[in-house]
């Protein structure tokens, strides 16, 4: 029945289907990951992927991997205000943690929304030139040329023949494998430990319409993503030097607006938002306390923005703060399938 | 075994045939559009029309809507039943909802605003958690039945926020004993004879939300309403008039 011939079947390697381990509660309460069918989930995928992520030879100089500016021990993030590039300049926004990416349900990446799934977002770094500045004809050139490249894309993609296509369909393959799902909060979910009284009441403040309304926007207990991958003005400035969402869609209504982050793992990822401005957890619930600007497009959720925020107290401020930390997910950052 | 074949041949054949005749008694069934419109007191509602100072409500403030989406269930055109849908203006989404296998026949139309308390069960739609759309448990948990957010000019002509967030209202005054009203409503639209595939416009005059029989003053009502158990029945009441049958093509 098959009409292959012999010469082409000992080609063929059939790279093993890899089912993705989707923590409990995200079976539970949300719909299923996003993963293109052109692009689905290998062994061998992953792995190639992974390897690609922590390799220097996707940069201009060979000085610079994607996890240069997404280091695993940060939640996939780093601890700088802007990164800099290969060649020493720096953007003006802060790197973004990686985790929980197939469940952006939008699919829409960066802080600004301008890329419009995994596998196009990681064509990106590698020419942009405050980045990794380096030219894919190149880079597809190098990987040809490496003694070990062309059998794992053979192996994960049945081909010989590297291009920018393949290196970013692996990487992604290996993105979406970066799940955050097993912090304190979600074993208080699973039923598996209790929450202090300090964290317990930091999370009704968060889920409290009269005080934080955090959850409008980064989840829930029923969205244990911790954001809704949307995008919002949330009342950092009054101008913008940055126009965020506004830049791609050409919309003034869309300036200032930002994607909102998960509040997961913050511990690992300060500094916080789109461009590192707030050093500490502390500044940026001081932010939404009494810090709020207005501006014309400011989010309606921003409720309180003509007297600077939800004003909490000191002891519900640390509260917060308290529940906050409780979302730090130790087992991710130190999954070794993750780490170089 | 040439006979076990011919004699499954002739099963087949006679089956099939007894289908045709069967099918053929009754009328085919139909497909049904059901489509979602916006107006503001009969002008016309986009996304395009968002996110500016364009609209006055009935208590004479300016508003501009920068998020609207809210939830039906139980629709249903005779027997055929949908148990839920979630319509966002501002992204355009889920404003058409299509029914299959529709009795060709008079059907009533008619759904829910929000979910029933029956229906209204904490976390267990994947979807409508996955789009943000739950209650806090101190309020009882379930769903919004509509997130209303956008800004009005106050008396002194300075921008505000208003969060009209419909949900089952709640009296928290014992926060240990929660007191519920179930304030979602049913809208019947009434019997639609069909006698074709048709599409049914279902038109929502947002202004009726700020109308009718409630005159809303934006001054006095404009956030922290999910908790407002009192502000949740003005906005049941006010919802009966926003739903109305619009053209039906057929």
Same mark, same amino acid.
């Given at each position: 029945?098959?009409?292959?011939?012999?010469?082409?079947?000992?080609?063929?390697?059939?790279?093993?289907?890899?089912?993705?381990?989707?923590?409990?509660?995200?079976?539970?309460?949300?719909?299923?990951?996003?993963?293109?069918?052109?692009?689905?989930?290998?062994?061998?995928?992953?792995?190639?992927?992974?390897?690609?992520?922590?390799?220097?030879?996707?940069?201009?100089?060979?000085?610079? +991997?994607?996890?240069?500016?997404?280091?695993?021990?940060?939640?996939?993030?780093?601890?700088?205000?802007?990164?800099?590039?290969?060649?020493?300049?720096?953007?003006?926004?802060?790197?973004?943690?990686?985790?929980?990416?197939?469940?952006?349900?939008?699919?829409?990446?960066?802080?600004?929304?301008?890329?419009? +799934?995994?596998?196009?977002?990681?064509?990106?770094?590698?020419?942009?030139?405050?980045?990794?500045?380096?030219?894919?004809?190149?880079?597809?050139?190098?990987?040809?040329?490496?003694?070990?490249?062309?059998?794992?894309?053979?192996?994960?993609?049945?081909?010989?023949?590297?291009?920018?296509?393949?290196?970013?369909?692996?990487?992604?393959?290996?993105?979406?494998?970066?799940?955050?799902?097993?912090?304190?909060?979600?074993?208080?979910?699973?039923?598996?430990?209790?929450?202090?009284?300090?964290?317990?009441?930091?999370?009704?403040?968060?889920?409290?319409?009269?005080?934080?309304?955090?959850?409008?926007?980064?989840?829930?207990?029923?969205?244990?993503?911790?954001?809704?991958?949307?995008?919002?003005?949330?009342?950092?400035?009054?101008?913008?030097?940055?126009?965020?969402?506004?830049?791609?869609?050409?919309?003034?209504?869309?300036?200032?607006?930002?994607?909102?982050?998960?509040?997961?793992?913050?511990?690992?990822?300060?500094?916080?938002?789109?461009?590192?401005?707030?050093?500490?957890?502390?500044?940026?619930?001081?932010?939404?306390?009494?810090?709020?600007?207005?501006?014309?497009?400011?989010?309606?959720?921003?409720?309180?923005?003509?007297?600077?925020?939800?004003?909490?107290?000191?002891?519900?401020?640390?509260?917060?703060?308290?529940?906050?930390?409780?979302?730090?997910?130790?087992?991710?950052?130190?999954?070794?399938?993750?780490?170089? | %075994?040439?006979?076990?074949?011919?004699?499954?041949? /002739?099963?087949?054949?006679?089956?099939?045939? !007894?289908?045709?005749?069967?099918?053929?008694?009754? /009328?085919? @069934?139909?497909?049904?559009?059901?489509?979602?419109?916006?107006?503001?007191?009969?002008?016309?509602?986009?996304?395009?029309?968002?996110?500016?100072?364009?609209?006055?409500?009935?208590?004479?403030?300016?508003?501009?809507?920068?998020?609207?989406?809210?939830?039906?269930?139980?629709?249903?055109?005779?027997?055929?039943?949908?148990?839920?849908?979630?319509?966002?203006?501002?992204?355009?989404?889920?404003?058409?909802?299509?029914?299959?296998?529709?009795?060709?026949?008079?059907?009533?139309?008619?759904?829910?605003?929000?979910?029933?308390?029956?229906?209204?069960?904490?976390?267990?739609?994947?979807?409508?958690?996955?789009?943000?759309?739950?209650? @806090?448990?101190? /309020?009882?948990?379930?769903?919004?039945? %509509?997130?209303?957010?956008? !800004?009005?000019?106050?008396?002194?002509?300075?921008?505000?926020?208003?969060?009209?967030? &419909?949900?089952?209202?709640?009296?928290?005054?014992?926060?240990?004993?929660?007191?519920?009203?179930?304030?979602?409503?049913?809208?019947?639209?009434?019997?639609?004879?069909?006698?074709?595939?048709?599409?049914?416009?279902?038109?929502?005059?947002? &202004?009726?939300?700020? !109308?009718?029989?409630?005159?809303?003053?934006?001054?006095?009502?404009?956030?922290?309403? %999910? @908790?407002?158990?009192?502000?949740?029945? /003005? %906005?049941?009441?006010?919802?009966?008039?926003?739903?109305?049958?619009?053209?039906?093509?057929?």
């Amino acid at each position: 029945m098959n009409c292959t011939s012999k010469e082409e079947k000992e080609d063929l390697y059939t790279p093993i289907p890899y089912n993705l381990k989707i923590p409990t509660l995200f079976a539970d309460k949300l719909i299923a990951p996003i993963i293109p069918t052109n692009n689905p989930l290998t062994e061998e995928g992953i792995a190639l992927g992974k390897k690609l992520f922590f390799d220097k030879i996707l940069s201009g100089n060979g000085t610079q +991997s994607c996890a240069t500016c997404h280091d695993p021990q940060k939640a996939f993030t780093d601890d700088r205000q802007f990164s800099d590039g290969i060649d020493g300049i720096f953007g003006n926004r802060n790197s973004m943690p990686l985790f929980n990416l197939a469940w952006n349900f939008d699919e829409r990446f960066f802080w600004d929304g301008r890329a419009l +799934s995994i596998e196009r977002q990681a064509f990106e770094p590698v020419t942009n030139p405050i980045e990794m500045h380096a030219n894919w004809a190149i880079v597809a050139n190098k990987l040809q040329e490496h003694s070990e490249y062309p059998i794992l894309f053979k192996q994960a993609f049945g081909t010989l023949t590297i291009d920018s296509t393949l290196v970013t369909k692996a990487i992604a393959q290996f993105e979406r494998t970066i799940i955050s799902g097993n912090s304190k909060f979600d074993q208080f979910l699973r039923g598996e430990t209790t929450l202090t009284t300090e964290e317990q009441n930091g999370f009704d403040i968060f889920m409290d319409e009269a005080r934080g309304d955090c959850f409008h926007c980064h989840g829930s207990n029923n969205n244990p993503l911790w954001t809704d991958n949307s995008f919002h003005n949330n009342g950092l400035d009054t101008t913008f030097s940055d126009l965020g969402l506004g830049a791609i869609t050409g919309d003034p209504a869309d300036n200032g607006k930002f994607k909102s982050p998960s509040i997961r793992n913050l511990v690992y990822t300060a500094p916080y938002m789109h461009d590192g401005r707030f050093s500490t957890i502390e500044e940026v619930i001081n932010h939404y306390s009494e810090g709020l600007k207005p501006s014309a497009t400011i989010d309606p959720l921003m409720k309180k923005v003509n007297n600077g925020g939800v004003n909490l107290s000191a002891k519900d401020k640390a509260d917060l703060k308290a529940f906050l930390l409780s979302l730090s997910d130790l087992d991710f950052i130190n999954n070794s399938n993750l780490q170089e | %075994m040439k006979k076990i074949i011919s004699f499954l041949v /002739l099963i087949i054949i006679f089956s099939t045939c !007894k289908n045709e005749t069967d099918c053929c008694v009754n /009328l085919s @069934p139909i497909t049904v559009n059901l489509k979602f419109t916006h107006n503001w007191n009969g002008v016309a509602l986009t996304a395009a029309d968002f996110n500016s100072f364009k609209f006055t409500t009935e208590n004479g403030e300016t508003i501009s809507i920068e998020r609207l989406r809210y939830l039906i269930s139980n629709i249903s055109i005779g027997n055929t039943i949908k148990d839920y849908n979630l319509v966002n203006i501002g992204e355009n989404t889920g404003s058409e909802i299509t029914f299959e296998e529709v009795n060709q026949e008079s059907n009533l139309l008619q759904f829910t605003f929000g979910f029933a308390d029956e229906d209204n069960i904490d976390g267990v739609y994947q979807d409508l958690n996955s789009a943000s759309f739950n209650v @806090p448990s101190m /309020l009882g948990g379930g769903y919004h039945f %509509m997130q209303f957010d956008g !800004k009005y000019k106050d008396t002194n002509n300075q921008d505000a926020n208003f969060n009209y967030h &419909a949900i089952r209202a709640v009296d928290r005054s014992d926060p240990d004993n929660l007191v519920f009203e179930d304030t979602s409503f049913k809208i019947d639209l009434g019997t639609i004879d069909f006698t074709n595939n048709a599409t049914i416009e279902v038109k929502i005059n947002i &202004a009726e939300w700020f !109308k009718n029989p409630n005159t809303w003053d934006l001054n006095e009502l404009n956030t922290v309403l %999910m @908790p407002n158990f009192e502000a949740q029945k /003005l %906005m049941s009441a006010n919802g009966k008039s926003v739903f109305s049958l619009g053209e039906i093509t057929q």
